[in-house]
């Protein structure tokens, strides 16, 4: 995706885990103003501090069951998140617009 930011073409998608490409794929046909609200959009400091304390018990190995799998649905959530906020830069720039740096 990366690339594909620099050199402003669509990205690859066999360069996308398969369970996230469709999901990408149906940002092709957001408008620009839809593809920006994605751009800009943030994690709550409240999911941030849920994913975060899942972490550190796991590192301590204290996870409940259910805990486990809340960390790999958020971590699903997470991966999706970011390639969606991808997608939506590298289709903005494909579309002519100019993205602030980072």
């Given amino acids: 995706m990366l690339h594909a ?3 402003g073409s669509p990205p690859a998608w066999d360069d996308v885990p398969e369970e996230f490409q469709a999901e ?4 092709d046909k957001l408008d620009n ?3 920006w609200q994605i751009f800009h959009s943030q994690k709550t400091g409240a ?3 849920e994913d975060n304390n899942l972490l550190e018990k796991n590192s301590s190995s204290i996870l ?3 805990e486990r799998l809340n960390l790999i ?6 991966d999706l998140f970011m390639l969606r906020k991808a ?6 720039r494909w579309r002519g617009y100019s993205l602030p740096n980072p």
């Avoid at 649905?73 to 997470?78: I, N, P």
């Avoid at 997608?87 to 903005?92: F, R």
């Fill in 5 to 7: 930011l620099q050199v």
């Fill in 64 to 66: 409940t069951e259910t």
């Fill in 47 to 49: 999911d941030m501090e």
């Fill in 33 to 35: 103003n839809t593809l």
């Fill in 73 to 78: 649905s958020l971590r699903h959530e997470a």
């Fill in 24 to 27: 990408l794929a149906a940002l």
């Fill in 87 to 92: 997608q939506a830069a590298v289709l903005l």
